[in-house]
């Protein structure tokens, strides 16, 4: 399929969708990050000595787990923010490394996708 201009209705569904994926992962970062806040909270509490209990992870662990998620929401939602903006300005599909348009395809399946199929197998 070659890559061509897309349609209104086109750019009103990816955004559309864009904006389910920012919602999701608002709720997902709201969520662990109530989570970090109570083991942020363990963590500080004098009488917890997590580290010797064979039942679970410690909390070191916990707080590097749940860190690594939250980092991952983050940097969900600013590949999401920056695709929005791209439809805004006009530059949505279009790829930002060799400045052809990137399939529709390859927009279905990563609504986020900032490099053309050929571009991103490059830069792996």
Not at 45 to 69: K, N
């Amino acid at each position: 399929m070659t890559a061509t201009m897309m349609t209104p209705a086109q750019l009103a569904r990816f955004e559309a969708r864009l904006l389910a994926e920012r919602a999701d992962a608002e709720e997902r970062l709201a969520e662990f990050d109530g989570v970090m806040t109570e083991v942020r909270i363990a963590r500080t509490d004098a009488t917890a000595d997590d580290e010797h209990d064979p039942e679970g992870p410690t909390m070191t662990q916990e707080w590097s787990q749940r860190s690594a998620v939250l980092a991952d929401v983050r940097a969900e939602l600013a590949d999401v923010d920056r695709a929005i903006a791209r439809i805004a300005n006009g530059s949505y599909g279009v790829c930002t490394n060799c400045g052809k348009r990137i399939t529709v395809a390859r927009l279905d399946a990563r609504p986020t996708a900032e490099l053309c199929i050929d571009c991103a197998r490059q830069a792996r």
